[in-house]
């Protein structure tokens, strides 16, 4: 099934440059739920995503009339790419963060996707942890073995509590506080942890 959409998409783009403008609505409207609903689970705003998917679409139209378009990956993919670069452009001029989840089990790998990476989407991903590690090194020693264990070593409550010697109530309280020391550090240091 992706492989036959990758073909009708790969058909429609061709279509799209030999001049058929219909072929252009056609991948708009097959992709635009994908495209809209990404840009609105990270903006929030349904104003500023249907501005950014109309941005997104300007962009494509722009590389494809120019002839750019290189066909080695997915057409959605691409898109969703520029989507993307888009809405982190957006927050580097608004220097905002998008709005974290208040949640008690956050962990801060949920918001790196884990979808096929091409080298720029590898660097940007190496670039997201390294500042997620430097930001760890601000923490108190305990909330930081407790967020090291829970997300490096993959460990429950449980077996963090047995090997650091408290209660589950107490690693909680641990992970809890050094997510909330996380979150206030990345909003002073402005840092854009998204993808």
Do not use: C
């Not at 008690?104 to 590690?133: G, Y």
């Not at 992970?175 to 993808?195: F, P, Q, W």
Request: proline share 2%; aromatic share 6%.
């Amino acid at each position: 099934m992706e492989r036959s959409s990758a073909l009708a998409d790969r058909h429609l783009v061709r279509s799209y440059i030999q001049g058929n403008e219909h072929a252009l609505e056609q991948l708009i409207s097959k992709h635009r739920q994908k495209v809209y609903g990404f840009l609105l689970n990270k903006l929030r705003d349904r104003d500023l995503a249907n501005d950014i998917f109309q941005d997104t679409f300007i962009k494509v139209i722009q590389t494809l009339k120019a002839g750019r378009y290189n066909e080695e990956g997915k057409f959605i993919q691409w898109v969703m790419r520029i989507a993307h670069n888009l809405v982190i452009d957006h927050f580097r001029k608004e220097k905002r963060m998008p709005h974290l989840r208040t949640r008690e089990d956050f962990n801060i790998l949920d918001i790196i996707p884990d979808s096929e990476r091409n080298a720029e989407d590898e660097s940007i991903q190496e670039q997201i942890m390294k500042d997620a590690v430097s930001l760890m090194r601000h923490l108190p020693e305990e909330q930081r073995a407790v967020l090291h264990m829970r997300i490096y070593g993959e460990m429950s409550f449980k077996e963090i509590a047995e090997q650091t010697g408290v209660s589950i109530n107490t690693a909680l309280g641990r992970m809890r506080y050094a997510l909330i020391n996380m979150r206030k550090l990345i909003v002073k240091h402005r840092i854009v942890l998204t993808e």
